[in-house]
Each structure stands twice: as C-alpha cells, then as structure tokens.
C-alpha cells in the first residue's frame, strides 16, 4: 500500500513550481494594468495546480502500464514502482482532472467568456496525451512543445485574460519566459532518465538531442527566459533597476548551468541530476514572483 510520501513522490512536487509561478506573473500584470481580482486569480491558482498534479499522475500511470518506469534512474513510480494498483492511480489522475474541469467551468462562468471551453478541452486533452493514448506526443519528443503552450503561454496569459478579458504585449513576453523555464525543467528531468527513455521506446527532445546538445539547449531556454525579463523590465522605462528583483533566481539558475555543463568526473548524471531538477523548479518560482513584485511595485511608483 503506497504510504503518504509515496503520493508525494507521485505527484511529483518538485514540478509544481511549474503550475504556480506563471499565475503569479500573470497575476503581478493584472495589478501593473488595471487591479486583481483576487477571487480569479485564486481560482487560476487551483486549476493550475490540479492540472499539473493530474498530468503527473495520468504520466505515472501511462508511463508505469507501458513499461517505460521499469528501469528509471529517478525515485521509484506509484504504477512502476510497484506502490499501489495502476487503477488507483488512473482513478486518482480523472479525478483530478475532473475537479480542474468544475473549476475551470466556474471560472468560465465567473468572465462569461464561454469560448475558454475550447481552451480548457485543449489543456485536459494536452494533460492526457503527454504520455497517455496510442501515440504520446511525449514519446514523440514534442513535451517541450505541449508544457510551452500550457504551461508558460496558458497558464500565464490565461490568469491574465480572465481578470482583464485582453493579454497586454508584456503579458506574452511573461507567458514565454514562463513557458521556456518550464522547458527546462522537463529538459533536466529527461536528461536524467536518456539512459532509460532510450532503451524503452521513449524518445523525448533530450533523447534526439542526445546528452551533450540536450544540456546545451537547458542553458539556451532559461537564457532566452532571463532576456525577456530584461526586455519587459525596459519596457517600463525609468523602473528598469526593478529588473534586480530577477538577481536570486538568476543566481540559482546561473548554479544550475555550472554543475549542468560540467565535465569529467564532476559532470553529473542519473540520480544526481535530481538537485538541479528541483533547483530548477526554484528557478521558476523565484522567476514569477519577481515578475509578480516587478509589475506590483511599477503599478504604485
């Protein structure tokens, strides 16, 4: 029977930071152009979350029926670990996905902006089809494509929209930051298991990437995340030095790329790699709040 921490390990927290950060920089340009609304912004915080806890879950046990968790190097799987009943853990992933639905649908209800339904089929369908179905997309080396869109763009200019019914054109410079931060997080994680995915059919971006270009292209999406801070914070013209509210999760990602590119006998691989998955996760979670206190604090000065 899988114990609490087993479940914890299931949900995969260190992910999380994925569903969350972006909500609050969405979040953080609602207050910089026209106020919260605290109530949609909350609800976004849910729906992401059981979005991105479903997608874990509904991935181990498509992952752990198919086989692909038999020989992981990361922590042991609920389904390929053993820990309880595939089917358990399939009815713990519809469920979540279904509590997302309701929420989703009362948010909907809340802008009365119906078409989001479309948006929201996108993003279930999306969650499932990662590993689940016939042909994963997450198989077919296209993760990266599907947590970009749901993940960074979605997720952050989603939270955006439903309070202001517009996206301002900071507001896709946060949604692709975000989108490439959570990249690299699901880059690093496929690093650690190439080994494992490539005997197994699996072939993720890191797979056809190979391991060197795979970690080169880790450094290049959170380049690429930490440039747009720049840019959005020039696009607030005299308060661009509100861009050192960026400095600590700079450093951590600057860390991050260090120990991600080194070589030799200090060159990290398999379950050492597991650090810098969850420095990761805190890269993007420092990077949207920044985002968040950047455009709060330009909103008041």
């Given amino acids: 029977m899988a114990t609490l921490n087993d479940w914890v390990e299931g949900v995969r927290a260190r992910t999380l930071p994925a569903s969350v950060a972006p909500v609050f920089a969405g979040t953080g340009i609602v207050l910089w152009d026209d106020g919260v609304n605290w109530a949609r912004a909350g609800l976004c ?4 979350l059981a979005l991105q806890i479903g997608v874990n ?8 029926v198919r086989g692909t968790d038999d020989f992981r190097s990361g922590p042991p799987r609920l389904t390929g670990g053993g820990k309880t009943s595939p089917k358990v853990v399939l009815a713990a992933a519809l469920g979540t996905y279904a509590f997302a639905a309701l929420i989703g649908i009362w948010l909907i209800a809340l802008t009365g902006e119906w078409w989001l339904l479309i948006l929201g089929v996108a993003a279930l369908a999306g969650a499932w089809f990662y590993t ?3 042909h994963p997309y997450g198989y077919a080396g296209l993760g990266e494509v599907g947590v970009f869109i749901f993940f960074g763009l979605m997720s952050t200019c989603g939270t955006i929209y439903v309070q ?3 996206v301002p054109a900071v507001g896709w410079m946060a949604g692709c930051a975000m989108g490439l931060i959570a990249c690299s997080l699901l880059m690093i994680n496929n690093i650690r298991d190439i080994p494992t995915d490539a005997v197994t059919g699996k072939h993720t971006l890191a797979v056809r990437l190979g391991d060197r270009d795979a970690r080169l292209a880790y450094v290049v999406l959170l380049a690429e995340a930490f440039a747009l801070a720049l840019v959005m914070c020039v696009a607030l013209g005299r308060l661009i030095y509100l861009c050192l509210l960026f400095v600590p999760s700079l450093l951590i990602a600057v860390r991050c790329v260090r120990r991600i590119l080194a070589r030799g006998k200090e060159k990290l691989e398999g379950r050492a790699l597991i650090p810098i998955l969850r420095d990761t996760g805190f890269v993007e979670l420092l990077y949207g709040l920044a985002v968040f206190g ?5 909103s008041f000065l």
């Fill in 45 to 48: 915080l849910v729906i992401a």
């Fill in 57 to 64: 879950l509904s991935n181990d046990y498509s992952d752990g």
């Fill in 132 to 134: 689940g179905g016939k």
């Fill in 164 to 166: 202001l019914l517009g």
């Fill in 294 to 298: 950047v455009f709060a604090l330009a």
